[in-house]
Each structure stands twice: as C-alpha cells, then as structure tokens.
C-alpha cells in the first residue's frame, strides 16, 4: 500500500464489489477450478453456490472468473435478469475479442456468411437474425475453441424464470454436443427452494451445489496484520484477536470491521480499546441495515416468534428443547423449521439441533424484543 489515496480504499464494507484482497476458500475455489480441467458434462463444471447476502457470493465469482480466464477461459458474467441470454453473447463477444484481433483487420465483406460469423466473434447479418441463444453459444463455443478457449458462464442473483429457463436448457443441449462450456451460479439460499415442479429447479438441484459458509478468522486475523501495518496502524496482539474474532468469518463484516477500523485509526495511528468498541458497534449497525433487516423483512410474525425463541435458547437448541420454549400453545416447529432453513436463515448441523445461520443474527434478535 502507498500513499494516503490507498488508505481508505484497503476495506470497501459494500456489496458487489471485488475486495482488494481475496481471502480463504481455497477448497471450494480449487474444487470449481478443478471440473474445469475435468471433461466436459461433468459435474463440477456446473456449480451453484449459494450464501445469505453478505457470504461473498459476488466476490467468489469474480475470483473465478479472474482465475478462470488465467486458464484458458472467456468468461461471461452477469446478473440474473430477463434480458440476460443476449447479454451472455454480448459479454462472450467482448471478452473473446482480444483473441480475434487479427481476424478483425483483414474484413473484406466476403467472408463466409456460411459460419455465422462476418468477422471475429461478430455474426454475420444473417445468423444474428435467424439465431437463437443456442445456435449463437455453439457458434460461439466452436469459435473460441479454434483458439483453444473454454466458454464460462457465470450468473450471479440466480433464481427461476424464463430467462434462466433458456439458458438451463441451452446450457444442457451444448453440454450434449461436447461443447467446451461450463456455468457457475450464485444465488441466495432459497434460490432452490420451491414448491413447483420447475425445469429450472431441477437443473439448479442437479449442480453441484456449495454452500458457503464462513471464512477462518485465522486467515482474517493474518489478513488483518498485513493490511493494517501496511498503513502504518499500530494494533495489538489482542486488538488484532479482537477484531478478528469480532468478523465471525463473516466476508462483510470483515470489510465492515477492517474499514472502521482504518477510519477511526488514522494512518500511522494505533488501535486502543475505546477505537475497537467504536468500530464494533458500527459495523453492527451497518449489520442491522444490511443484513439483519433484509433477511428478515420476508418473514412471517410466526417466523420471527420461532426465531427468537431460537435466540432466546442462546442461539441453538434441539427441536424439543425449543418446542418447550414455545410452550404447547406456540406454533408447531416443523414447517417453520423447514421454512427458515430453506431460508438460510437457521441450518441444522447436526440432527435435531438448530443454529442461526448469520453471526449475530441471534443477539440481534433478542435486542428486539
Ligand atoms: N473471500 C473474500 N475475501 C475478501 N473480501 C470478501 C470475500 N468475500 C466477500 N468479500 C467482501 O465482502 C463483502 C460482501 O461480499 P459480496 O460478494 O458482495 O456478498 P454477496 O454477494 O454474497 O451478498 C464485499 O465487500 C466483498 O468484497
Ligand atoms: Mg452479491
């Protein structure tokens, strides 16, 4: 890190962004990485992962597609939304153009139309008329694959429609034909959960799916150390331990806290208790705003009562132990319980046993009483 520009740009507590420094999920980054280098169809090569806001879902994709594209990929990358199939080709066409430079300069206008393509990854008048999403990807994947590229799809806030339906049942038929493609998806965790017997349901069931989960705070302690002394920030052995126990593993609180931290400090400052109870308490509330609020705005009143008898358990119990928080009058566990996991809201992780599955979504609740 140099100069003071630098300072505050070190944590960015927002969503979407790609942080500074990645950290952690080796495994589930070399996991992925890996059904790149395996045969096409197989399973890795078609990925869901999936994380409450603030996991690190956008943040994951866009180190895959860094990495991905190290080796020998063009990425497409976008944001679930209805027009998305022609913002996959666009994306494919841009990001593949680099590789057709050549091609580009020696455009006569005669080219074979016959390919679909005019010139580069541009199809030519016809094929762009005629061609669907499919024809469009197989024209494309051929073409990337004369110069040894792979095609990868990545979609962030995935969840069912009829966009994705096309590019489920695209992706599926190019897989058929041994295509050079692959699709990684990230998407909340309900993003599959659904009562209707949906073909894009069925095809996000059938990805390999990941779950995120936290990060090490071991990882984020060490992370914490570099970033801070690059600054000149002097902190403690036990502030440090503080601050990296305060994020839980939580990729946005990691940014919260780190950022709070540098705001308060000050280059070339030093951390003292009073700075670290500060930075805690706003990062919380940026929490409450951000995550807390969002997560349970959907919910049900019965929802929330199950939740903070949950909260009130000190954050997990058995099923039996919170139906007697309940009392017998209380509303039966069972289809909240599938409710809110479905949710990412609570996870199971053990049988019978219940936890909240956001860091201090618990205590917060009880602050709401
Ligand atoms: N592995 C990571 N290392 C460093 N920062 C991360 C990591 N994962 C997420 N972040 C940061 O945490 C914040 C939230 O991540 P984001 O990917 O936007 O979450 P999501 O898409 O799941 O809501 C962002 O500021 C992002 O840069
Ligand atoms: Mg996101």
Known sequence: ?????????????????????????????????????????????????????????????????????????????????????????????????????????????????????????????????????????????????????????????????????????????????????????????????????????????????????VISTQLIRAYYERAFRSVGIVISDELLDRAAAATRGFPYLMQLIGYYVVQYTGEEGTVTDAIMTKVELSAMKDMEDNVFKPILAPLSDNDRVFLRALARCGGTATTAKLQAKLGRKGPAIQPYRKRLIEAGVIEAPRRGELVFAVPYLSDYMLEQE
């Open 1 to 213: 890190m140099d100069g003071k520009d630098s300072i505050y740009s070190l944590f960015q507590p927002t969503f979407g962004n790609r942080p500074e420094q990645y950290i952690g999920r080796d495994g589930v980054i070399e996991q992925f990485m890996a059904g790149l280098r395996e045969p096409v169809g197989s399973r890795n090569r078609c990925t869901l992962f999936l994380g409450q806001r603030g996991m690190g879902k956008t943040a994951l994709l866009l180190e895959l597609n860094d990495l991905a594209q190290k080796t020998g990929y063009v990425v497409a990358r976008v944001t679930a939304h209805e027009g998305m199939s022609a913002a996959i080709i666009e994306q494919f066409q841009l990001n593949g153009a680099q590789y057709f430079e050549d091609e580009k300069r020696k455009v006569t206008g005669v080219t074979a139309g016959a390919l679909g393509f005019s010139f580069g990854l541009t199809f030519s008048e016809a094929a762009e008329r005629q061609y669907g999403f499919r024809a469009k990807m197989s024209l494309l994947c051929d073409k990337l694959a004369e110069k040894g590229k792979g095609a990868l799809i990545l979609i962030d806030e995935v969840r069912t429609s009829a966009a994705m339906r096309e590019v489920a049942a695209s992706y599926q038929e190019l897989v058929g034909d041994r295509k050079n493609i692959a699709i990684a998806m990230a998407g909340l965790p309900h993003a599959v959960s659904g009562v209707l017997n949906d073909s894009v349901l069925t095809f996000l069931n059938r990805a390999t799916k990941v779950e995120l989960g």
